[in-house]
Structure formats: C-alpha cells, structure tokens
C-alpha cells in the first residue's frame, strides 16, 4: 500500500499528515518516518527528515511531488487538485511553496520546537 511519511516530531506536520490521511480515506498509509520501517520502504533517514515522502511500489518522490501524489492518490476534488499540481508550470510554484513552508514551519501554528531543525 502507498505511504506518506512525515515528520512526527513536528505539529505542525502531524496536523497535515491528519488532514492527509482522513482525505485519503484508507487509500494509503500516513506514517511518522520516525517510526517506520525506512530501510524497507527504500527511503533514507535523511531523505525522510528533509522533506515529506511519498512510497508506492519502490518509487519515493519527494517534498512537492510527495504531496501531489498523496492529493491524486486522495481521489475525488483532491485527485484533481494533486493533478494540478503536478503540471510542469504548477509544479515549479508547488516546489517553491513547499520549500517556503517547510523552511518556515517553526512560525506556523502547532509548530514544535522540534520544526526549528532541519533534521
């Protein structure tokens, strides 16, 4: 089955990893990387720090991408909106975006001292 992992140590990634999961409707798993099984899964623990990732079939994507698969994987309105997401022009936002609030998560709300590292 697909995962998501992300930062468990982080509120602020925790309350998305929720949202992520009730959308996904048992379509796929939502784990913290702190306690999954990286090693199985193909993933790094660096790669899992850094940013969201997104596990199907041996393919892990990334940050944006990660989250854009998750939205399609979602299906129903999020299909589309992770569709959209993934165009090349959309995409380019979607990573800048990522990047911005993924370097900011510290400042938003249920942040934890823990969002203040970068891993």
Same mark, same amino acid.
């Given at each position: 089955? %697909?995962? @998501? @992992?992300?930062? /468990?140590d982080c509120g &602020?990634?925790?309350a998305t990893a929720a949202r992520m999961q009730r959308w996904g409707r048992g379509r796929y798993?939502? @784990?913290?990387?702190q306690r999954a099984d990286l090693g199985g899964l193909g993933v790094t +623990?660096?790669?899992?720090?850094s940013a969201v990732q997104w596990v199907n079939g041996g393919r892990v994507l990334s940050g944006a991408e990660? &989250?854009?698969a998750a939205l399609v994987a979602a299906g129903g309105f999020w299909h589309a909106v992770g569709w959209l997401l993934s165009l090349p022009g959309v995409r380019a936002v979607a990573r800048r975006?990522?990047?911005l609030v993924a370097g900011n998560r510290h400042? @938003? %709300? /249920?942040?934890?001292?823990?969002? +203040?590292?970068?891993g």
């Open positions: 089955m %697909p995962t @998501l @992992l992300y930062d /468990g &602020f990634c925790a798993v939502v @784990l913290a990387w +623990r660096e790669q899992a720090a990660a &989250f854009s975006t990522y990047a400042r @938003l %709300p /249920g942040s934890t001292d823990a969002c +203040r590292t970068d």
